[in-house]
């Protein structure tokens, strides 16, 4: 129950179908953004990069910088971060298999 009060939550809705979410926490002055997911028969039409912008919105006026995990394979989810503006950073601590990408905040 504690990720409910640690993180801000996002979720989209489509005639009351959960279609997408994410959430993000500021972690020092990095806003942590996680579990960025889009129900698979709408995923490719931008509701993940919109979720993306969304979480990054709300991120804190604290924060300098966004940072994110994925898995190390998932190769569409790596180039939507890249487009985004994220680079990648090499493997993810203390998480195997996944990998960090991070991207500063401008303004």
Request: charged letters at 20%; glycine letters at 16%.
């Amino acid at each position: 129950m504690q990720s409910l009060t640690a993180w801000t939550t996002l979720v989209a809705r489509a005639g009351g179908r959960l279609v997408g979410a994410c959430r993000g926490r500021l972690e020092g002055e990095v806003w942590d953004i996680g579990r960025v997911m889009v129900a698979p028969d709408l995923q490719g039409r931008g509701l993940g990069r919109h979720l993306l912008e969304l979480a990054e919105q709300a991120a804190p006026a604290g924060a300098t910088s966004y940072q994110l995990f994925t898995g190390a394979g998932s190769t569409r989810n790596i180039a939507l971060y890249k487009k985004a503006g994220y680079r990648l950073r090499g493997p993810a601590p203390g998480a195997a298999g996944a990998v960090l990408m991070t991207k500063p905040r401008h303004g």
